[in-house]
């Protein structure tokens, strides 16, 4: 087998495929006979509003498609918004390695703020304004501005009526027929109304690749073997059950001399004295500021003070994430900071939210909630604090930050998702600095661009982290199309890589530049009357396509001097 041309190892047979297809046929003609259901028709259907939703959307209505956009929460943007996590981007985003409509979107933010909040004289000049000056990120903001002007990207094409938002609608079968999907039924979790989608071309931008098993599409889960894929980092056997820790976020802000302190969490007795069970082993309790450093796996000390003072060469903890830096506002704006809490301490490593049912689903995310409110808990009242004393009562959770009644994020910070049985997959060699050499893959169908180092958090089944540094890389069109689907793409975390280089694709700037090359391939392909297998494999096709796509502001190739 040429590993250049490895497409992996299904967590699905073909028994079992075809089985799964024909129970989820009788499972949506049972459904659409016993309810009056609605029928929508579009040229398009979209499943998940994160990032790569919004982005396939955006895309597709910019090229004349009628579209209808899905999401499970009533917050459309993902992982920017709805999970709480500031954008994990590259040192050259600014102005390159992202498709121009990403950096539209970031320049919104910055000028939403201009606009709306009371910015000191220095901070609204400043070009590249940083509301939060979080050190994770060039623009840590809060996640309701960042849904602010997505909705106001998306505010022309759903007053023409081009586009229809479904919010808090979630997937429950499909109706497929051979090597196509022709149409999706969506249940609201408001009232339980179903709603059937009808379409020539479906895109599953859920944040656990939830159309796969619906459709029959082909998918891997978990790790590969280093038999499998001759990676550097793969282990010695697969497991198709491994993945890595999900995170519950929440954001808190400090008011000194107030008492904040939350109800003691149901299950905070085991939290606190919780010892992950990893290999390499962690270095002690899990609610401490000791973990595992992410590329030495040795023991590495943290700090954390509410009111951001630096102890020691320790990073503060506070400032990794903080969205609102109480300093870049006039005087009296705000009480404090407001950080966002993604932290060693709350990724979740009991469980896997893939291919579980709903009962073990929620079981494992109500555990996660209990972590991330015994971490703020623990913060409250026992982390010690340089002047001898434990806790800091005066933190507040801040529930309005992500709009919930728990003040936990809407949704599951998701780092690993099913993956389509693809065209192509991106391997370690193709982008990992050891395996690759001096420079990444280059892919003559590439479609876009990104960059961040392979980033595995521990995962279920007790790996320690996996960290270690890649290259400035391309996203190759073959890994976005299925073997064997021909109207089904895929837009988030479920594209064709492995478990070890999901850990660099699966960041803010490349999901959006997923999402919008998958938008564009739609448009192209039902303009051509083709598939995209075929925009892929006809020479003179994918040229017409590249050249299609950067002329709306996509990037297919690194400058020369990162690309390198």
């Given at each position: 087998?040429?590993?250049?041309?490895?497409?992996?190892?299904?967590?699905?047979?073909?028994?079992?495929?075809?089985?799964?297809?024909?129970?989820?046929?009788?499972?949506?003609?049972d459904?659409?006979?016993?309810?009056?259901?609605?029928?929508?028709?579009?040229?398009l259907?979209?499943?998940g509003?994160?990032?790569?939703?919004?982005?396939?959307?955006?895309a597709?209505?910019?090229?004349?498609?009628?579209?209808?956009?899905?999401?499970?929460?009533?917050?459309?943007?993902?992982?920017?918004?709805?999970?709480?996590?500031?954008?994990?981007?590259?040192?050259?985003?600014?102005?390159?390695?992202?498709?121009?409509?990403?950096?539209?979107?970031?320049?919104?933010?910055?000028?939403?703020?201009?606009?709306?909040?009371?910015?000191?004289e220095?901070?609204?000049?400043?070009?590249?304004?940083?509301?939060?000056?979080?050190?994770?990120?060039?623009?840590?903001?809060?996640?309701?501005?960042?849904?602010?002007?997505?909705?106001?990207?998306?505010?022309?094409?759903?007053?023409?009526?081009?586009?229809?938002?479904?919010?808090?609608?979630?997937?429950?079968?499909?109706?497929?027929?051979?090597?196509?999907?022709?149409?999706?039924?969506?249940?609201?979790?408001?009232?339980?109304?179903?709603k059937?989608?009808?379409?020539?071309w479906?895109?599953?931008?859920?944040?656990?690749?939830?159309?796969?098993?619906?459709t029959?599409?082909?998918?891997?889960?978990?790790?590969?073997?280093?038999?499998?894929?001759?990676?550097?980092?793969?282990?010695?056997?697969?497991?198709?059950?491994?993945?890595?820790?999900?995170?519950?976020?929440?954001?808190?802000?400090?008011?000194?001399?107030?008492?904040?302190?939350?109800?003691?969490?149901?299950?905070?007795?085991?939290?606190?004295?919780?010892?992950?069970?990893?290999?390499?082993?962690?270095?002690?309790?899990?609610?401490?500021?000791?973990?595992?450093?992410?590329?030495?796996?040795?023991?590495?000390?943290?700090?954390?003070?509410?009111?951001?003072?630096?102890?020691?060469?320790?990073?503060?903890?506070?400032?990794?994430?903080?969205?609102?830096?109480?300093?870049?506002?006039?005087?009296?704006?705000?009480?404090?900071?407001?950080?966002?809490?993604?932290?060693?301490?709350?990724?979740?490593?009991?469980?896997?939210?893939?291919?579980?049912?709903?009962?073990?689903?929620?079981?494992?995310?109500?555990?996660?909630?209990?972590?991330?409110?015994?971490?703020?808990?623990?913060?409250?009242?026992?982390?010690?604090?340089?002047?001898?004393?434990?806790?800091?009562?005066?933190?507040?959770?801040?529930?309005?930050?992500?709009?919930?009644?728990?003040?936990?994020?809407?949704?599951?910070?998701?780092?690993?998702?099913?993956r389509?049985?693809?065209?192509?997959?991106?391997?370690?060699?193709?982008?990992?600095?050891?395996?690759?050499?001096?420079?990444?893959?280059?892919?003559?169908?590439?479609?876009?661009?990104?960059?961040?180092?392979?980033?595995?958090?521990?995962?279920?089944?007790?790996n320690?982290?996996?960290?270690?540094?890649?290259?400035?890389?391309?996203?190759?069109?073959?890994?976005?199309i299925?073997?064997r689907?021909e109207?089904?793409?895929?837009?988030?975390?479920n594209?064709?890589?492995?478990?070890?280089?999901?850990?660099?694709?699966?960041?803010?700037?490349?999901?959006?530049?997923?999402?919008?090359?998958?938008?564009?391939?739609?448009?192209?392909?039902?303009?051509?009357?083709?598939?995209?297998k075929?925009?892929?494999?006809?020479?003179?096709?994918?040229?017409?396509?590249?050249?299609?796509?950067?002329?709306?502001?996509?990037?297919?190739?690194?400058?020369?001097?990162?690309?390198?």
């Amino acid at each position: 087998m040429n590993r250049r041309d490895f497409i992996g190892m299904t967590s699905l047979g073909a028994g079992a495929i075809t089985t799964n297809l024909v129970e989820n046929n009788q499972h949506f003609q049972d459904v659409e006979r016993n309810a009056g259901n609605e029928s929508i028709n579009a040229d398009l259907i979209i499943a998940g509003g994160g990032l790569g939703g919004v982005a396939t959307a955006l895309a597709a209505l910019r090229n004349n498609l009628q579209v209808i956009l899905t999401e499970e929460t009533d917050w459309i943007g993902g992982q920017i918004t709805s999970q709480g996590v500031p954008p994990d981007e590259h040192q050259w985003i600014e102005t390159h390695g992202a498709p121009l409509s990403y950096r539209q979107l970031r320049n919104g933010i910055r000028d939403y703020y201009r606009q709306h909040y009371p910015l000191t004289e220095d901070a609204r000049r400043r070009e590249n304004l940083n509301p939060g000056d979080g050190a994770v990120s060039r623009l840590c903001h809060e996640p309701r501005v960042a849904l602010a002007v997505m909705n106001g990207m998306l505010a022309p094409y759903l007053s023409t009526g081009r586009l229809r938002i479904l919010l808090e609608y979630k997937p429950v079968s499909a109706s497929v027929s051979g090597n196509r999907v022709s149409s999706l039924m969506v249940k609201s979790l408001r009232t339980g109304t179903l709603k059937k989608l009808i379409a020539p071309w479906f895109v599953d931008a859920t944040e656990l690749g939830e159309l796969l098993p619906l459709t029959g599409t082909e998918y891997i889960t978990g790790t590969e073997s280093i038999s499998q894929t001759n990676e550097l980092h793969a282990p010695l056997i697969a497991d198709p059950k491994n993945h890595q820790a999900f995170t519950m976020c929440f954001a808190m802000d400090y008011v000194p001399g107030e008492d904040h302190v939350i109800e003691k969490p149901a299950d905070y007795a085991f939290w606190k004295n919780h010892v992950p069970a990893l290999n390499p082993a962690w270095p002690g309790k899990l609610l401490s500021l000791v973990y595992t450093h992410p590329s030495t796996l040795k023991p590495k000390q943290l700090g954390f003070h509410p009111e951001g003072i630096q102890t020691g060469d320790s990073l503060n903890l506070w400032n990794y994430r903080k969205i609102i830096n109480r300093h870049n506002f006039i005087a009296g704006t705000y009480q404090g900071d407001v950080t966002m809490v993604n932290w060693p301490q709350n990724d979740y490593m009991l469980g896997s939210l893939i291919d579980v049912n709903e009962k073990v689903f929620k079981k494992h995310v109500d555990s996660a909630k209990q972590l991330s409110l015994s971490l703020l808990y623990w913060l409250q009242t026992e982390a010690a604090r340089t002047d001898g004393g434990k806790g800091w009562r005066g933190l507040r959770l801040r529930k309005d930050i992500l709009g919930t009644d728990d003040g936990l994020a809407k949704y599951p910070y998701i780092r690993e998702s099913r993956r389509i049985k693809a065209l192509f997959t991106v391997l370690e060699e193709h982008c990992g600095m050891e395996q690759s050499g001096r420079k990444a893959a280059y892919f003559n169908d590439s479609v876009g661009t990104g960059y961040y180092h392979i980033d595995l958090h521990p995962s279920n089944r007790g790996n320690n982290y996996i960290d270690f540094p890649s290259l400035p890389f391309q996203i190759p069109l073959g890994c976005l199309i299925p073997v064997r689907m021909e109207n089904l793409l895929p837009a988030n975390k479920n594209i064709g890589t492995t478990h070890i280089t999901n850990g660099c694709y699966r960041l803010h700037p490349v999901e959006w530049s997923i999402g919008e090359a998958v938008g564009c391939l739609v448009a192209f392909a039902k303009e051509k009357n083709t598939i995209p297998k075929e925009v892929r494999e006809n020479t003179q096709s994918l040229a017409a396509f590249r050249h299609f796509i950067r002329e709306q502001g996509l990037e297919t190739d690194w400058p020369v001097k990162e690309f390198k």
